[in-house]
């Protein structure tokens, strides 16, 4: 890629993570109190779960701060977290 290119591709992806963190809000902040009431004794064993769950929680930070526009995506996204999850965990 030439720097032309380049200087097309980072307003775009400036601009998706604006709008990540514009959607998701504090989820990295609040997603810490919920992996230390989920998981007291730390997650050695469970780090696909933890992954998975994070992500799920992002997810669900992003819905609730979605339009109507956004949210079916969003739930499809949820969906598809918590089926790796599952398939993780067989």
């Known amino acids: 890629m030439d720097s032309t290119e380049w200087e097309n591709v980072v307003p775009q992806l400036t601009e998706k993570v604006n709008q990540y ?19 007291p004794a730390g997650i050695a064993g469970k780090e696909q779960d933890a992954f998975s769950m994070k992500k799920i929680v992002d997810v669900m930070f992003q819905i609730a701060n979605s339009t109507p ?3 079916n995506t969003l739930w499809k996204e949820l969906c598809a977290y918590a089926l790796t999850g599952l398939k993780a965990s067989e």
């Open 21 to 39: 963190a514009r959607s998701s809000g504090n989820s990295n902040v609040e997603a810490v109190k919920v992996f230390k009431i989920l998981f």
């Open 69 to 71: 526009e956004t949210a």
